[in-house]
């Protein structure tokens, strides 16, 4: 476009009024509310309490020597348990279909034989 028709255009556009800072203002105001606002909510859809969690565990020194050797058994069943269901895992998750897809190519090899 030629600098003239630009002219053209903008012509009887006058320059915007600027703002005087002191007529700036807000209209009304914000209303208090006169209810309670809504109980906040879990994750899981429960309501969350706002009091504090009871400790309804003694502190570690007060616990029993049969709690003690609880957990260290519950700990090396675990052990033994993976230990023992690892090898198991490997043959179902690998061997199990590689042994299958030897069956049926062998048994398709035979037949066309």
Avoid: C
């Avoid at 105001?29 to 565990?57: F, K, M, N």
């Amino acid at each position: 476009m030629s600098s003239e028709s630009i002219n053209d255009i903008s012509s009887g556009v006058g320059q915007p009024d600027s703002i005087n800072p002191e007529e700036i203002s807000s209209m009304g105001t914000t209303p208090t509310p006169d209810y309670d606002s809504s109980p906040d909510v879990a994750p899981d859809g429960s309501l969350v309490d706002d009091s504090p969690p009871e400790d309804d565990d003694p502190p570690k020194g007060q616990r029993g020597y049969l709690k003690h050797v609880a957990e260290f058994v519950r700990a090396i069943w675990n052990t033994l348990r993976a230990t023992v269901r690892a090898p198991f895992a490997v043959l179902w998750r690998y061997l199990l279909p590689l042994l299958a897809f030897a069956l049926v190519f062998g048994a398709v090899a035979y037949l066309s034989i």
